[in-house]
């Protein structure tokens, strides 16, 4: 078993619970919308409400975990009648994290999606360190999903080796 404990400040700016019990296992809907689901997990939750407020109008619903497990299969099912595509966002490792354990709720409880995309780190070593820095792991993780293509992606791209932004 492993504990981590972030050296980051916990941010304060997410909605508060609506006046219910936190209760173990049962996640939260934060804002409502429809087609998009992103299902995020702890320091992720402030990114998911951005990237909501992105797409405009009522295009996703956000809902807050809470807890990587058990996960709140009830919650699934729901966002299953109403929206096709459903994200998990986490900035943890993606082999063995929440959006695992949210796969295989899904896959247990039969419970289907139109497309389930996973938003992490990718399953390799990642040194500790700021919170900002794992987030940006994650995000360009997610851009590399998306297809788009970094430098880092570039044939010839020794990993470890610092680039330089030429944009000035």
Known sequence: MVIRYPRDPVCGDVPAPVAC???PGKAEILRRGRRVALFAY?????????AAESL???QATVVDARFA??????MLRELAREHELLVTIEDHALAGGFGSAVLETLADEAIQFRQVVRLGIPDRFVRGGPRLRRQGRALRSARRARGDRTRADRPGHRPGRRLRDRRG
């Open 56 to 58: 405009g109008g009522e």
């Open 21 to 23: 019990p936190l209760l």
């Open 42 to 50: 702890g320091a992720m939750v402030k990114e998911a409400l951005a």
């Open 69 to 74: 497990k058990p996960v709140d299969a009830d």
